[in-house]
């Protein structure tokens, strides 16, 4: 055997210790191998229909709680950016993030060697950094059929165990009872493109970095970052504000009742202000007017999703993670 071909079937060996998915369907556990921390993990577990941007959907705040199984079948090829990098913002350039929100990962194959000029560690590196698990050698295809069958699925990682002969339900737990939002939104009010106009505020339920920066670099204006459950009829900030910014998010919108608060009181402005929601904030919107969300079968989670602009006719390719509507 030649050394290039060694050398490509070395990136594909089975390297890793032992590891297992749990099911709550009681489904026969799903044995794998090891490529991140030996944490065991609970989590919903969801499937994400990209191709390519597992440094920024790993990293989106939207995957808080989740276990992600990726379908594009080989995963870790081209590594993992500088994470001391920034923009001009002061933000992670590479990435939606200052964390890697997701609780666990699940692959098909995953590739020990990687290469890209801007890589700076592995996959295998970066989930180990984080405490985070990642486990491949799975069938991502027959695992991502099951789900879109039974939908989403409750689930739970453990490396190095003994699978038990009957599988106890207490292990499982269901991140959508937490408030996920209060988990990932900031602490503190933070102001971007300071000087420009129009002032915006944007509630962060989970914000990824690129709305920042394009709110801010595309339309120029004032954005104005408050937490999820900022008092905006209080204003304790006294923030002169000419429209409101509802940001994507992980979780049930009612489980944030502060921010369909305020969402509410904007509503009531006279004369009325510009209100803008996406994926959750979009939810909370509704809530504030009156309608009710309800959780989807398995969500809708991926980078290459066709819009059609009703008004225009134009089509867009768009991003999107959401698991209630």
């Not at 597992?54 to 500088?82: C, H, K, M």
């Amino acid at each position: 055997m030649s050394s290039e071909i060694s050398s490509v079937l070395s990136c594909l060996e089975l390297k890793g210790e032992p590891a297992v998915l749990y099911l709550e369907n009681e489904s026969v556990p799903i044995r794998a191998r090891s490529f991140g921390a030996p944490t065991p993990v609970s989590g919903e577990v969801v499937f994400n229909t990209g191709m390519v941007g597992y440094p920024e959907a790993l990293s989106d705040p939207s995957y808080r709680g989740q276990i992600l199984v990726l379908t594009y079948p080989l995963i870790g090829n081209y590594g993992v950016p500088d994470e001391s990098l920034e923009d001009n913002h002061g933000l992670p350039k590479y990435f939606e993030s200052g964390a890697i929100h997701i609780a666990g990962l699940v692959v098909s194959s995953y590739s020990w060697e990687h290469s890209h000029w801007a890589a700076q560690k592995s996959l295998s590196e970066w989930l180990t950094a984080h405490n985070i698990p990642g486990i491949f050698d799975v069938d991502t295809r027959e695992l991502t059929k099951k789900i879109r069958e039974l939908g989403s699925l409750l689930g739970r990682i453990e490396v190095n165990v003994e699978v038990p002969q009957s599988i106890p339900r207490d292990i499982f737990s269901d991140p959508n009872k937490r408030n996920l939002v209060a988990e990932v939104s900031t602490k503190s009010t933070i102001v971007y493109g300071n000087g420009n106009s129009p002032n915006i505020i944007a509630y962060d339920c989970g914000m990824k970095y690129n709305i920042i920066r394009y709110l801010v670099e595309t339309h120029s204006v004032q954005l104005t970052v408050v937490p999820f459950n900022y008092d905006l009829e209080a204003n304790p900030e006294n923030i002169e504000w000419q429209g409101l910014f509802l940001s994507n998010g992980p979780g049930d919108p009612t489980m944030c009742p502060q921010t369909i608060a305020s969402i509410q009181y904007a509503l009531s402005l006279v004369p009325p202000r510009p209100i803008f929601g996406i994926c959750l904030g979009n939810q909370l919107l509704a809530l504030a007017a009156g309608a009710k969300t309800y959780k989807l079968k398995y969500g809708n989670r991926g980078m290459n999703q066709p819009c059609i602009d009703l008004r225009t006719g134009r089509c867009y390719i768009t991003p999107q993670n959401y698991g209630f509507a």
